[in-house]
């Protein structure tokens, strides 16, 4: 890194001890910054990089709901404001054991850029709350959901703040999230919230976004390259709304997905993942991967390795942080595989990453290949504000056309800065130089 951003990191590492995911994702942007700073200084005056890596407001809050026994339980819960620059503050609400303030201040700062990238004029933030929804009543899930919402209320707004779901947050949490925003400040405001039920607001493609715009972005890499998904072999882990998509759309486009995984294990499924299963165990029966295999002929559930140790052409981490890492990579490279199209958010360790860029392989980040998410809840605000209900057909088109336009400008941008073919770096300065020329344009905040 340029002593500019080492500075920087240094600084960032100091004032946000304990935080290694934050870290790990301020590293990822900051190290690829170097050309753009070199080639406009402007970007390194008025402490710009410094305001840009810490976040505009962060809510931390207290979460008292009531269990199916009577008991009290307490969580805690978080929205992290982290860069209005472009547009109100967008990005999802996790729900899931592991969550915390580093992990929250990750995913919105990685949100920026994603953001930044879909050129929706949307700024970047993201929330949750460390509750498990696994194993828990319809009933549980909505006293939490209704007590997270009545202190969330307060801080956001159509045109402040808009969440939307991501790992523990699907359709039925959005559906009580909003039923309490709407209780609570007693206005049918719908472009408060996105992901919401087809009936009230929401987006046809709006579920389907996230893992159709990953095999979007996909099959332009393998374009690039002459080559397309008609007849790949295809290797997915997750099991959530991320993954099953991913595999929906990767069938459309004459692909076999082979691999589905949760966090007690995955399935090797040698003819191909039978997705009206899929869908019937994880989306209605809200079962684990092991209930398909136990329902699916040759399919096999396994918990020794991992997915990435299957032969494929294309591997697409639908799952979580960090799940692919160092060694995971070289089996990937010495088995063959082209591409790597990231579902989730930062799925590959540095390590991990460092191995693509030095092989042949085709890698695109999340914050590039996963943006189709956040492009469609964009499109959701859209319709929101004019009253409009697009057809299914209308809205897949410009998601396609948005997640091509990210592709490309990824390589152009890349070009531009001599190193034709690196999505990161594309990915990283694009979504950058738009937030700084509107930060610098906006002036000392
Ligand atoms: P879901 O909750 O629908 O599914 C998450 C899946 O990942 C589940 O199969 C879950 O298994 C698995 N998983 C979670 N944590 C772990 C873990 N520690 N180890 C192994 N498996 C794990 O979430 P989504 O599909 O919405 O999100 C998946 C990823 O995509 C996340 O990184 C999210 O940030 C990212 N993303 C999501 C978007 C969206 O629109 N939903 C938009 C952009 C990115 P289990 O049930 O066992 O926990």
């Given amino acids: 890194m340029a002593s500019r951003v080492e500075e920087v990191y240094a600084q960032v590492v100091h004032r946000n001890p304990a935080e290694p995911e934050f870290h790990q ?13 070199e080639k406009h200084p402007k970007y390194s005056d008025y402490a710009l990089l410094e305001r840009l890596v810490e976040p505009e407001r962060q809510i931390i809050f207290r979460v008292p709901w009531i269990d199916d026994e009577g008991k009290v339980q307490v969580n805690r819960g978080y929205r992290v404001e982290f860069n209005s620059a472009l547009g109100p ?18 995913l919105g700062f ?6 930044a990238l879909t050129g929706q004029g949307i700024g970047g933030g993201k929330g949750g709350s460390d509750f ?31 969440p939307a779901g991501d790992i523990g947050v699907g359709g039925r949490e959005i559906g009580y999230l909003f039923g309490q925003y709407k209780r609570l400040t007693n206005r049918f405001e719908a472009g408060v919230l996105t992901g919401k039920g087809l009936g009230w607001g929401g987006s046809l493609v709006r579920t389907e976004a996230t893992g159709y715009g990953t095999v979007m972005f996909a099959e332009s890499m393998m374009q690039t ?7 790949a072999t295809v290797v997915v882990s997750g099991s959530g709304n991320v993954a099953i998509y991913a595999v929906e759309k990767a069938q459309q486009l004459g692909a076999k997905p082979v691999t ?22 994880k989306e209605v029966e809200r079962g684990r991967v092991s209930d398909y295999a136990s329902r699916k002929a040759g399919a096999e559930f396994r918990t020794e390795s991992n997915v990435w140790s299957v032969d494929c052409d294309v591997a697409l981490p639908c799952a979580t942080q ?3 890492n160092e060694e995971d990579a070289r089996t990937l490279v010495k088995n063959g595989c082209k591409v790597v199209s990231e579902g989730a958010n930062m799925p590959s360790t540095p390590e991990a990453i460092e191995i693509f860029q030095d092989s042949k392989l085709l890698y695109a980040p999340g914050k590039a290949a996963n943006a189709g998410g956040v492009t469609t809840s964009a499109l959701e605000m859209q319709q929101n504000a004019s009253r409009a209900k697009w057809t299914f057909e209308r809205a897949e088109e410009a998601l396609s056309r948005i997640m091509k336009d990210i592709h490309d400008d990824c390589l152009a941008t890349a070009e531009e800065y001599g190193a034709p073919g690196d999505y990161v770096l594309g990915a990283n300065i ?7 020329d509107a930060m610098l344009e906006h002036g000392v905040i």
């Fill in 25 to 37: 994702a301020v590293h990822e942007v900051l190290e690829t910054l170097g050309p753009a700073i």
């Fill in 89 to 106: 503050y967008k990005g999802g609400l996790r729900f899931h054991r592991s969550v915390n303030r580093n992990i929250i201040k990750f």
């Fill in 110 to 115: 990685e949100q920026i850029f994603k953001n």
């Fill in 132 to 162: 498990d929804p696994h194993g828990k009543s319809d009933n549980e899930v909505m006293r939490f959901c209704q007590s997270f919402m009545t202190e969330l209320y307060r801080h956001i707004g159509h045109l402040t703040d808009v």
């Fill in 225 to 231: 390259r002459n080559e397309s998904l008609d007849g």
């Fill in 260 to 281: 589905i995984s949760d966090s007690s294990g995955w399935v090797y499924d040698p003819e191909g993942i039978d997705l009206e299963l899929l869908k019937q165990v």
């Fill in 322 to 324: 960090n799940e692919l």
């Fill in 430 to 436: 694009t979504g950058f130089t738009r937030v700084a």
